[in-house]
């Protein structure tokens, strides 16, 4: 069957009522002629135009080119709002008006309370959503035992698989989709290491593309994406943005970090929001302060000096050598420090860039934090389940997000309260 789509957008008479005006000699190819008489039949979401030698309207025309010419309350009511994108299917004797795919998936966004997650990590963006009362529905994880992690501390089904071999019947609807997209490809240190490839070169650059997908298939109401601040103006991040917004979404980014919103840890991230929403909420910065004493846990620590650590005093040497001022700097706690800089994810393999407490009485002494010190730094409970391999769990921390952060971020922006 010969068929034509057509694409419009839904306008106002003089009047100020709505109108869909259809003009073209293409209109005669399905039998709509100047003086064929049709009938119009409206519905919600839909406005069928059928030929009919009983029908109550006449095609107009400009000459020998027809003209349908719709207007009034009726159209609104099953199209939508003036400027709504139309989609116009044109077959023998008939005519299909609806709202656009992209019109209809707007439609379709809800409200239903439910999470859903992309390149979950160990799930603390998860964790974050639902603080605020979110229930996961579904992660997406490819490494194992991240995504074991994951379930040992939400519920909801894990897709232990790449992000490109899911199918899109199990990315359940959600309103609150969470992508912690792959920093590798974007990192300063990527740069700094001289590459010269964009970093849409790197084999996870195409991750943008798939999470587009996901977000397809799930049709959230609103999409939080965290990155490093880089990814804001590579090829990607710009990518990103623009299909967001041909899908629909009211599109905004910005770079936040923690200890603007009253938290310890440093770690600057770029967060894109796109809501179904008119406009993106966000947090407001608080001018609140926390000293580190806060979060130190109480009792025997494993503290060490030059002579249980020789080597460790040995590099802090050396970097101050190199004018790095290591030892001298604010890689040195103690419980009045108001920022912690970022823990990266070997922290807890003890390696020499990491920051230390001094002991608060005998100088020369110091000790690493301790696994629930840096979970609360995070914005964690000490309950937060990282399984047995210290090293892992600090994996995650290090490559997580900053859950207060986030929980704020998702509270402002969805408009729900914990």
């Known amino acids: 069957m010969i068929s034509r789509v057509s694409a419009a957008v839904l306008g106002q008479d003089k009047r100020g009522k709505p109108r869909c005006y259809m003009q073209g000699r293409w209109l005669s190819r399905f039998g709509l002629l100047p003086g064929a008489r049709v009938r119009v039949s409206y519905q919600d979401g839909l406005v069928v135009v059928l030929l009919d030698e009983e029908g109550p309207r006449k095609v107009s025309g400009k000459g020998e080119v027809p003209v349908i010419d719709l207007q009034g309350e009726e159209l609104g009511k099953a199209l939508g709002q003036d400027g709504a994108a139309l989609e116009i299917r044109a077959a023998a004797g008939r005519i299909v008006i609806r709202p ?3 019109e209809e998936q707007k439609r379709k966004r809800t409200r239903n309370g439910l999470e859903g997650s992309l390149f979950s990590g160990g799930g ?16 997406v994880e490819i490494e194992p035992r991240y995504a074991e992690i994951f379930e040992r501390n939400h519920e909801g089904s894990m897709l232990n698989t790449s992000v490109h071999e899911v199918r899109a019947e199990d990315l359940h609807q959600v309103e609150l989709l969470t992508v912690g997209l792959c920093c590798e490809p974007f990192s300063k240190k990527r740069r700094e290491a001289g590459s010269k490839l964009p970093p ?3 084999p996870n650059g195409d991750l943008v593309v798939w999470a587009l997908r996901a977000v397809e298939a799930a049709n959230p109401w609103t999409v939080v994406v ?3 601040p880089e990814f804001l103006d590579s090829g990607a991040g710009w990518i990103l943005r623009h299909a967001l917004s041909r899908m629909g979404y009211t599109v905004e980014a910005r770079v936040l970090d923690p ?6 840890a440093g770690r600057r991230r770029a967060v ?5 929403d008119a406009e993106v909420r966000w947090p407001e910065p608080t001018s609140s302060h926390r000293r580190l004493g806060e979060v130190l846990e109480d009792g025997e620590h494993a503290w060490f000096d030059r002579d249980t650590k020789g080597w ?4 802090w040497e050396k970097q101050a050598a190199k004018g790095n001022r290591f030892f001298e700097g604010r890689q040195v706690l103690d419980a009045e420090t108001r920022r912690v800089p970022c823990v990266s994810k070997r922290y807890f393999a003890q390696q020499g860039d990491g920051v230390v407490v001094k002991h608060p009485t005998r100088p020369g002494v110091f000790r690493w934090l301790t696994l629930n010190e840096v979970k609360r730094l995070m914005g964690l409970d000490d309950d937060y389940d990282l399984g ?9 921390l290090g490559q997580g997000v900053h859950v207060g952060l986030f929980r704020r971020v998702i509270e402002a922006v969805t408009g729900r309260a914990p």
């Open 312 to 315: 460790l005093f040995s590099h």
């Open 388 to 396: 047995d391999a210290k090293t892992r769990a600090g994996e995650v």
């Open 124 to 139: 603390l963006l998860t964790q974050a959503a639902k603080l605020v009362g979110f229930r996961p529905s579904f992660a």
């Open 272 to 276: 894109l929001v796109a809501t179904n």
């Open 100 to 102: 656009a795919r992209t």
């Open 226 to 228: 965290e990155q490093v």
């Open 200 to 202: 849409e070169a790197h």
């Open 259 to 264: 200890c603007d919103y009253g938290e310890l």
